[in-house]
Nanobody, 121 residues
Framework: QVQLVESGGGLVQTGDSLRLSCAAS????????MGWFRQAIGKEREFVGA????????PYADSVKGRFTISRDYAKNTGYLQMHSLKLEDTAVYYC??????????????WGQGTQVTVSS
């Protein structure tokens, strides 16, 4: 079992930056790939990016490429999603998850509760 707790969401303006954190506890964090997803109201959960156990990055979604960066700190059992140049369309609940690396939600075994990111003009 892995427990994941996201933090760092909030209300920001277009062009701002924000860093989300995903703190893991329970089983060994380093055993799993970590993915980030987001879900806007009325839309399906969307893959943002992922990082595998060795630190290799799965290509980011086109919508965030060049603006978002995923990283993980094994010593702190924490993953991060650094977001720059935020746009209105980035507004969503953001989720971290751990499991097998993949683009689909069903590749991941454990999920955090989500953190809301709202971008305003």
């Amino acid at each position: 079992q892995v427990q994941l707790v996201e933090s760092g969401g909030g209300l920001v303006q277009t062009g701002d930056s924000l860093r989300l954190s995903c703190a893991a506890s329970g089983s060994t964090f380093s055993d799993y790939a970590m993915g980030w997803f987001r879900q806007a109201i009325g839309k399906e959960r969307e893959f943002v990016g992922a990082i595998d156990r060795s630190g290799a990055i799965t290509p980011y979604a086109d919508s965030v490429k060049g603006r978002f960066t995923i990283s993980r700190d094994y010593a702190k059992n924490t993953g991060y999603l650094q977001m720059h140049s935020l746009k209105l369309e980035d507004t969503a609940v953001y989720y971290c998850a751990v499991g097998r690396v993949g683009l689909r939600p069903n590749a991941y075994f454990y999920w955090g509760q989500g953190t809301q990111v709202t971008v305003s003009s």
